[in-house]
């Protein structure tokens, strides 16, 4: 089992940053790889990006390449989302996951993730 709590959302106007923490409990944190996804109101869930197990791979989908960071630190137990020069269109609720499979590959795919986070909201104003 794996608990995960966001924390870091909430209302911030076009051009501005937040960072979002994900802190994780239950298995050994650095033996899965962790990700975000987002979900704006009457569309899917939505791949954002992933971190592997170490923090030394990373994958961001297009829409956010160059403004948004994933980080993560083990000691600590927690995967951050830096997210710079935030836009409209980047509003969702926000949600951290968890991937236990082993393997070497970054999962984009919901369906991938064993464990999801409650969310947490990001408004972006205009």
């Known amino acids: 089992q794996v608990q995960l709590v966001e924390s870091g959302g909430g209302l911030v106007q076009a051009g501005g940053s937040l960072r979002l923490s994900c802190a994780a409990s239950g298995r050994t944190f650095s033996s899965y790889a962790m990700g975000w996804f987002r979900q704006a109101p009457g569309k899917e869930r939505e791949f954002v990006a992933a971190i592997n197990w170490s923090g030394g791979v990373t994958y961001y989908v297009d829409s956010v390449k160059g403004r948004f960071t994933i980080s993560r630190d083990n000691a600590k137990n927690t995967v951050y989302l830096q997210m710079n020069s935030l836009k409209p269109e980047d509003t969702a609720v926000y949600y951290c996951?968890?991937?236990?499979?082993?393997?070497?590959?970054?999962?984009?795919?919901?369906?991938?993730?064993?464990?999801w986070g409650q969310g947490t909201q990001v408004t972006v104003s205009s």
């Open positions: 996951a968890a991937d236990l499979t082993l393997s070497s590959a970054l999962q984009i795919g919901a369906h991938a993730y064993d464990y």
